[in-house]
């Protein structure tokens, strides 16, 4: 069983950053690829970015590719989303997530509760 934390969230303007953490529990972090969806309101939930469990691989959807990173520390079982440049439309909850293999279409065994990320214009 793998417990996902998420932290960073909150309300930034237009233009700035925040940077998302994610904690888990449990010695099998390393083991796990790892991820981050969003959803807003009335949306879809949609794929952000994941990051596979050896660090090899990083994907990002279409939407964050060159203003939001992925990064995982395995030593302190975090996974954290860097997100620069920051738009209107990013606002939506911020979903930590935990899995086999890293994609947009991979299960994921694991979610967050969530944290709220609102960008103002």
């Known amino acids: 069983q793998v417990q996902l934390v998420e932290s960073g969230g909150g309300l930034v303007q237009a233009g700035g950053s925040l940077r998302l953490s994610c904690a888990a529990s449990?010695?099998?972090?390393?083991?796990?690829?790892m991820g981050w969806f969003r959803q807003a309101p009335g949306k879809e939930r949609e794929f952000v970015a994941a990051?596979?469990?050896?660090?090899?691989?990083?994907y990002y959807g279409r939407s964050v590719k060159g203003r939001f990173t992925i990064s995982r520390d395995n030593a302190k079982y975090t996974v954290y989303l860097q997100m620069n440049s920051l738009k209107p439309e990013d606002t939506a909850v911020y979903y930590c997530?935990?899995?086999?293999?890293?994609?947009?279409?991979?299960?994921?065994?694991?979610w967050g509760q969530g944290t709220q990320v609102t960008v103002s214009s």
């Open positions: 997530t935990a899995g086999l293999k890293a994609g947009p279409n991979s299960p994921n065994d694991y």
């Open positions: 449990g010695r099998t972090f390393s083991s796990y690829a």
């Open positions: 990051i596979s469990y050896n660090y090899g691989n990083t």
